[in-house]
């Protein structure tokens, strides 16, 4: 049900937005979740990266902030994240997540940055 798009392989210092669509979520149900993006590197654990809550502030992981934003179109049911000065160590791939209310989660199929160092 979450379509996600926009990895790659981009050069140290390059950006790319990933995107992440809740295909046949009601508007009630996709505005009323925490909506997230995850990554996960080869030997490591899923880790949060950034996440808008249903009601609060937005939050990111500290090895983000400043470089990647989190928006979301509710009209196209899609959430994004947008990241810049990409390193290295941002390689990974990355899930998108929403949750509803901890009755429903709903995790993307994931998609794979590449940063070459």
């Known amino acids: 049900q979450l379509v996600e798009s926009g990895g790659g392989l981009v050069q140290a210092g390059g950006s790319l937005t990933l995107s992440c669509k809740a295909s046949?979520?009601?508007?009630?149900?996709?505005?009323?979740?925490?909506r997230a993006w995850y990554r996960q590197s080869p030997g490591k654990e899923r880790e949060l990266v950034a996440r808008?809550?249903?009601?609060?502030?937005?939050e990111y992981a500290d090895s983000v902030k400043g470089r990647f934003t989190i928006t979301r179109d509710n009209t196209k049911r899609t959430v994004y994240l947008h990241m810049r000065s990409l390193k290295p160590e941002d390689t990974a791939v990355y899930y998108c997540?929403?949750?509803?209310?901890?009755?429903?989660?709903?995790w993307g199929q994931g998609t794979q940055v590449t940063v070459p160092s």
């Open positions: 997540n929403i949750n509803y209310l901890g009755s429903r989660d709903y």
């Open positions: 808008i809550p249903r009601d609060g502030n937005t």
């Open positions: 046949g979520m009601i508007l009630s149900v996709f505005t009323g979740s925490d």
